[in-house]
């Protein structure tokens, strides 16, 4: 019966994440650059100073965490499982090309996660505990007046809380933790029950300290290790990044135990793992966008942009040339296993294991507290303020129980509805375009006359 009900889940995956889901977030991406005249081209040095090097606070503006913070926040989210095992997969089934197209997938992720953020901050609410709620949820249902789809996308965020950003990420944890280091999933899964109960328990301040912390330690730990790696194989690195380009358009052919890959595969796979690895157009960040202090919905936006420059643009790329340069990328491994084995190219295998086995715990644990908000503000959005709490204590419970279970079942119905997340999402930011730019165009005018 179990296995009948994982097929059927896995046949609707498929539709769900299928061809016309790729093509709507990768168009609705373009369009909105378009529009918005190449702003995350244009603007992209002075978002990452705002983001990471001005980091200034507006003072007395709306609001519950700094910029940085909800950054980091979002960045804790999405910088999971996705940047090793995602990019790996991509690579081990697509080729090196597949990059070439995750890269594409990032720049125009930049537009639709930008415009995410400045609906978010704009339709955002002040609920009865004097905190912010914001995302999809409020702008699709305030600013199109369709409180049904609204809901529809509460629902799948809620559902896909407890899968993609909760039970999965505590299971991969366990099993990186006792391949690399022998501890029983339970020890894992406690360990990490009671760090998530003592971060959430808090709320949206808690946890954006906690990833304000966590995040730029983890990013840097990873990158510092690719960066190694890298260097050992500093004389195949010229030849990766021509491997990339070269093999976005043309076919790779069987080698090794890379059974080959044609140009479609080779597209398909690079944007889906791109879409999975950013999560621009899901929807999913907009919600910590909109705790954050700021007087205007653009300024938060164009941090908020810098979201996914640096988790597909910046260190999935450090991942997939570690992979190519090592030459590895042939064995016919795939996911974190593929990872792990370019690691050991370059470094001791012991210490090439560990490096891989922390980065995934750490952002696997990160992902689990982003996520936390996430599902915290649907869950508000659906049953109200009485809800939070309750939800927090399930929330942290099942952490533990996600170590400890098999979660074939879990994973592909959550897979589903972190997916269908992105409809109402993606009706949203086509339906409120307009209102994008007029707010972009208002700020970029006001900065103008402020000079």
């Known amino acids: 019966m179990e296995e009948k009900l994982i097929k059927t889940l896995s046949d609707i995956s498929g539709l769900v994440w299928g061809l016309p889901l790729i093509v709507l977030l990768l168009g609705t991406g373009i369009y909105l650059t378009i ?3 190449g702003l995350q081209f244009r603007a992209l040095i002075p978002s ?4 990471l090097i001005k980091r200034k606070d507006e003072g007395e503006s709306e609001g519950d965490i700094s910029h940085f913070q909800a950054l980091m926040t979002a960045l804790s989210a999405t910088v999971g499982v996705g940047n090793i095992a995602g990019v790996a997969t991509a690579i081990a089934a697509g080729g090196p090309g597949a990059m070439f197209w995750m890269w594409i997938t990032g720049l125009f992720g930049m537009a639709t996660k930008y415009s995410e953020a400045v609906l978010a901050v704009k339709y955002r609410e002040v609920d009865k505990f004097g905190t912010m ?3 999809p949820m409020y702008y699709i249902s305030k600013g ?10 509460a629902v799948f965020a809620s559902i896909a809380a407890f899968g993609i950003g909760n039970m999965v990420q505590s299971n991969s944890v366990a099993d990186a933790i006792n391949s690399t280091f022998g501890v029983p999933h339970w020890i ?3 360990v990490m029950c009671v760090a998530t109960g003592l971060v959430i328990i808090g709320g949206i301040k808690s946890i954006a300290k906690a990833a304000s912390v966590i995040v730029p330690f983890m990013i840097v730990f990873y990158m510092i290790g690719s960066f190694i790696s890298i260097f050992v194989h500093w004389q195949n690195v010229p030849d990766a ?8 358009f043309t076919p790779t052919a069987a ?3 890379f059974m ?19 999560e621009s157009g899901l929807g999913s960040s907009p919600i910590a966008a909109a705790a954050a202090r700021t007087r205007n919905p653009v300024r938060q936006a164009l941090v908020s942009m810098t979201q996914t420059f640096i988790d597909t643009i910046v260190v999935c790329t450090f991942t997939g040339v570690v992979i190519i340069a090592s030459g590895v990328w042939t064995s016919g491994q795939t996911g974190a296993s593929l990872t792990t084995l370019a690691f050991e190219q370059g470094l001791p295998k012991q210490l090439g294991d560990d490096i891989v086995a922390i980065s995934l715990a750490s952002f696997a644990y990160s992902t689990i507290i982003g996520w936390c908000y996430y599902g915290e503000k649907a869950i508000e959005y659906l049953l109200k303020e009485r809800a939070v709490k309750p939800y927090r204590v399930i929330f942290t419970i099942m952490v533990l129980v996600g170590a400890t279970v098999e979660l074939d079942l879990v994973w592909t119905f959550a897979d589903v509805m972190n997916g269908l997340m992105a409809f109402p999402n993606l009706i949203g930011l086509l339906g409120l375009s307009k209102v994008v730019v007029e707010e972009t165009k208002k700020y970029l005018e006001m900065e103008i006359s402020e000079r």
């Open 255 to 257: 080698a090794g135990g």
């Open 260 to 278: 080959g890959a044609a140009v479609q595969q080779t597209l398909r796979m690079g944007v889906a793992r791109g879409i999975f690895s950013n």
């Open 241 to 248: 990044f021509g491997l990339i380009f070269y093999h976005a």
């Open 133 to 135: 709620s914001g995302g």
């Open 35 to 37: 529009i918005l005249r």
């Open 144 to 153: 199109l007046g369709l409180k049904w789809l609204g809901t529809l996308f």
């Open 48 to 51: 990452l100073y705002i983001a």
């Open 188 to 190: 894992s899964g406690l």
